[in-house]
């Protein structure tokens, strides 16, 4: 048997966990002071969570799915994170609480496509999601977010992208007019936006072959197409992302991949990723919920890739979390002080205090301050018959070189105290 991982899905430890799990807590912070909070959705959706959301033709739903079928359901593990959302809010009647709410997830996501740098199987997604709240304001605050998010972190090479794409009293028209433009081009798209000339128009503004793409430059624009309506909203979140000085550029080119966008659209991209240049994004999507049977219910919210934000991070080099290291190693000399140390390591660990032991009693002094400078402890305790005798023992300060002959009775106090001072 080949021993590996499912290609696309990585495993994280080391180093490189450590600064996932000090960008995650950063992310958590910033999510908390805009007002979001967790929530959590299962893995497993059922298929027509998705189907019926993302949309029947978008890559997701055609292709892109893991669906396990079991006792005659299909299941899905969740592609992407604002369906599954979104029949949550549903389910617990979360839209029925009063006011604007605010909510992230930091979950798994699942979907086949050809990995490449930057490009998983398995990847994870920060989302955050505002529901009740129709104001342009809302879609305002929550590009605002995404930015503060890589503010936050330092990262100055992106570019945010904003459109609208309309909603259903004013897309069909551009439609259209899409068509009629496209039309006489038809032999000269590429084969998916052939076929998604009749349905899905749109979408060809997104494809990234360069024959599709040079045609797509000259197409009629969505935002002289819009209904009043839409214009009057499109152009409040322009006004409100100046106001609280977000960095943008119109592109008409945003459409997303996903079906359920009405008005807002953007995209977070960065040259630092490469071909897959999407850091993040979202949009407005206050129809998602009538495609469950229930009334609209206003949303907006934007996905964030974590891999991708890590691969930033780590092409900047300049966030090093800190190293976890045990503040004490325990070095005994013979049983008898092994036996004292083991209990005494698990007494101090209860009290929060780290160490480590070799579970070896004859090691010799040499090796066992070999392996306190190996884990960098901040200090050794070493034990042997002398110190047990005179009820001592001997702190070693492994920076300073310096050492001290210290009450063995007293090691609890003496090292919280330590502790204390050292942070
Ligand atoms: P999305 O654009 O499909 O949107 O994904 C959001 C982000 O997830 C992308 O910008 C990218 O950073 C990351 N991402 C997507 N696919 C992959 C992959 N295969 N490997 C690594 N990273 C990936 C959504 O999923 C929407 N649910 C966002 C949203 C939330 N809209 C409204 N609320």
């Keep these: 048997m080949e021993i590996r991982a499912v290609r696309g899905m990585h495993d994280l430890y080391g180093e490189e966990l450590a600064l996932w799990q000090w960008t995650e807590n ?27 959301t993302v949309g029947d033709e978008t890559d997701i739903v055609e292709k892109q799915m893991y669906t396990i079928e079991k006792e005659s359901e299909t299941l899905v593990l969740r592609p992407e994170g604002t369906s599954g959302f979104i029949r949550a809010v549903l389910e617990h009647q979360l839209h029925r609480l009063p006011g604007t709410q605010r909510y992230y997830y930091y979950q798994p996501m699942f979907r086949h496509e050809r990995p490449q740098k930057g490009r998983l199987r398995q990847f994870f997604q920060v989302g955050a999601e505002i529901i009740n709240d129709s104001s342009p304001e809302a879609d305002a605050e929550l590009i605002a977010l995404l930015d503060a998010i890589y503010k936050h972190f330092q990262i100055t090479e992106y570019k945010v992208c904003i459109n609208s794409v309309g909603c259903k009293d004013c897309r069909p028209q551009y439609k259209e007019k899409l ?82 966008y009405s008005r807002t659209a953007f995209e977070f991209t960065s040259v630092l990723l ?26 907006v919210g934007f996905g964030l890739g974590m891999e991708r934000l890590v691969m930033v991070l780590q092409e900047m080099k300049k966030h090093t979390p800190p190293k976890e290291t045990p503040f004490v190693f325990l070095a005994p000399l013979g049983v008898e ?87």
């Design 26 to 52: 950063e992310l958590r912070k910033v999510l908390s002071s805009f007002g979001f909070k967790e929530i959590r959705t299962p893995v497993l959706e059922q298929l027509s969570v998705f189907k019926e």
């Design 337 to 423: 002080a092994f036996n004292h140390l083991f209990s005494i390591g698990i007494e101090l660990k209860r009290v929060g205090i780290s160490n480590e032991m070799v579970y070896d009693a004859e090691k010799g002094l040499k090796a066992l301050l070999k392996a306190a400078n190996r884990v960098e402890a901040a200090y050794a305790i070493v034990l042997g018959d002398d110190e047990l005798k005179s009820g001592q023992f001997l702190l070693k300060d492994m920076k300073a070189g310096t050492q001290e002959s210290l009450k063995l009775s007293h090691i609890k106090e003496e090292l919280l105290g330590r502790r204390q001072r050292a942070s």
């Design 179 to 260: 068509k009629d433009y496209f039309r006489p081009h038809l032999a000269s798209l590429c084969e998916l936006c052939q076929k998604r000339f009749e349905r899905s128009p749109l979408r060809i503004l997104d494809c990234k072959r360069e024959s599709c793409k040079a045609l797509a430059e000259k197409a009629p624009v969505i935002t002289n197409s819009l209904c009043s309506v839409c214009q009057g909203h499109h152009s409040k979140v322009r006004s409100r992302l100046k106001d609280a000085k977000v960095d943008f550029i119109d592109d008409p080119s945003i459409v997303r991949g996903l079906d359920y």
């Design 274 to 299: 490469g071909a897959q240049s999407a850091l993040g994004g979202g949009g407005r999507y206050d129809e998602l919920s009538t495609r469950f049977g229930a009334e609209p219910l206003p949303a």
